[in-house]
């Protein structure tokens, strides 16, 4: 089955620093993929879109400048929190539209196994 | 904007009892309605979805049951087991590829 692989799985470091987190499709390419944010015992919430070759699309409210996109190839997206505060501390998880199933708009999405970022 | 609401928040259930999680979405142009069962720090697990044209959908304990007109989609669980404890997430699609996720239900079955 689709395979989404999300790394580093945990991150701590102190305010200003920016931290990569990665996206890849282990056995599928992904044109799209999504990066979530997740609050403790809180739904997921979209901030973008990450679309290979051209610009993320970035959903209302959500900083573009702060949360830096790349979808470097067909199997991988990038999410850079550049400068992050503690206020960016959060549980960021990417997903994938499955290749498999259906029609435009009937793919499950894979999820990564998240990223626990926490800034002191 | 589009929204889903999900209903209960949190659920406890003895063992073997069933378990109702409902929710209500707002974008008619809405067609695929996925579930997704969390457990705690771990990745969302998709456990069954359903599509615009059904009207319910069964896969041993769990069915989905949807309706167009009310915009209401349901996920119900039988005989529920201790491992069923986990927080569950509904969605309803949004364009082409996205989600809109429901707030979350936290269901405990109790042992």
């Known amino acids: 089955g689709a395979v989404v692989s999300q790394h580093p799985s945990r991150v701590i470091c102190k305010s200003g620093t920016s931290v990569k987190i990665e996206c890849r499709s282990l056995?599928?390419?992904?044109?799209?993929m999504f990066w979530y944010r997740q609050f403790p015992k809180q739904s997921l919430m979209l901030m973008a879109t990450s679309n290979e070759g051209s610009k993320a699309t970035y959903e209302q409210g959500v900083e573009k400048d702060k949360f830096l996109i790349n979808h470097a190839s067909l199997t991988l997206s990038t999410l850079t929190v550049t400068s992050a505060h503690p206020e960016d501390s959060s549980f960021y998880i990417c997903?994938?539209?499955?290749?498999?199933?259906?029609?435009?708009?009937?793919?499950?999405?894979?999820f990564g196994d998240g990223t626990r970022l926490s800034i002191l | 904007g589009e929204n889903v609401e999900q209903h209960p928040s949190t659920l406890s259930v003895q063992e073997g009892d069933s378990a109702v999680i409902k929710c209500t979405y707002s974008?008619?142009?809405?067609?695929?309605f996925p579930w997704y069962k969390q457990e705690l720090g771990k990745r969302p697990q998709l456990i069954i979805d359903?599509?615009?044209?059904?009207g319910e959908k069964k896969d041993q304990r769990i069915a989905v049951t949807l309706n167009k007109t009310a915009k209401h989609f349901s996920l119900h669980i039988t005989e529920t087991q201790p491992e069923d404890s986990a927080v569950y997430f509904c969605?309803?699609?949004?364009?082409?590829?996205?989600?809109?996720f429901g707030t979350g239900t936290r269901l405990k079955v109790l042992a």
């Open positions: 969605a309803a699609s949004r364009g082409t590829y996205k989600y809109i």
């Open positions: 359903i599509r615009s044209n059904v």
């Open positions: 997903s994938a539209p499955s290749p498999d199933r259906g029609g435009i708009g009937h793919q499950p999405q894979h």
């Open positions: 056995d599928f390419q992904a044109t799209t």
């Open positions: 974008d008619s142009a809405s067609n695929y």
